[in-house]
T-cell receptor, first 112, second 114 residues
């Protein structure tokens, strides 16, 4: 049974810092891994999707890496800004019909 | 409108009430999903519909009854709910149910059971 864990559960940093959010999964036979952002009271916005054959994906100040063999993914946020404050979730598809298994998320607060 | 729209955004109901949550997608997708996000557990899948047919029921109690009348609309009918059912209910859609198809999420309905 696939399980997804995210560390840390919460993070508070001053503006401008470079950040690393961690995601681990128990079954390394994944098809892809996705990072989402969730603002309070809102739905999920997809940030990056990494295919199993890829090692990393970049979008602006975000970079996600994937190491299937060790069951880990990292989301790197460069030069953090207060607008980056949100909960970040990682998810992998498992079982049939694109069933996503989510981690509990990392709640990020970036203060000016 | 674009994307995935959910109504109502907030709902408060008693345990004996009957209500429905609505989801509409304007992306031309043919698969739709219901997820539950409660305060103390990770986001978890409830149901999957593909081409208007339910293809996955993730051991959800019968007090939750989904309906998909067409590929653009998805409902979740609620009756005799329990306090532990208070949560954010999210709808998503995708083009097919293959693992390579990203899911697009609505903003959810915040449900509170009195």
């Amino acid at each position: 049974k696939q399980e997804v864990t995210q560390i840390p559960a919460a993070l508070s940093v001053p503006e401008g810092e470079n950040l690393v959010l961690n995601c681990s999964f128990t079954d390394s036979a994944i098809y892809n891994l996705q990072w989402f952002r969730q603002d309070p009271g809102k739905g999920l916005t997809s940030l990056l999707l990494i295919q199993s054959s890829q090692r990393e994906q970049t979008s602006g100040r975000l970079n996600a890496s994937l190491d299937k063999s060790s069951g880990r993914s990292t989301l790197y946020i460069a030069a953090s800004q207060p607008g980056d404050s949100a909960t970040y979730l990682c998810a992998v598809p498992s079982g049939g019909y694109n069933k996503l298994i989510f981690g509990a998320g990392t709640r990020l607060a970036v203060h000016p | 409108e674009t994307g995935v729209t959910q109504t109502p955004r907030h709902l408060v109901m008693g345990m004996t009430n009957k209500k429905s949550l609505k989801c509409e997608q304007h992306l031309g997708h043919n698969a739709m999903y219901w997820y539950k996000q409660s305060a103390k557990k990770p986001l978890e899948l409830m149901f999957v519909y593909s081409l208007e047919e339910r293809v996955e029921n993730n051991s959800v109690p019968s007090r939750f009854s989904p309906e998909c009348p067409n590929s653009s609309h998805l409902f979740l009918h609620l009756h005799t709910l329990q306090p532990e059912d208070s949560a954010l209910y999210l709808c998503a859609s995708s083009q097919g149910t293959g693992f390579d198809q990203p899911q697009h999420f609505g903003d959810g309905t915040r449900l509170s059971i009195l």
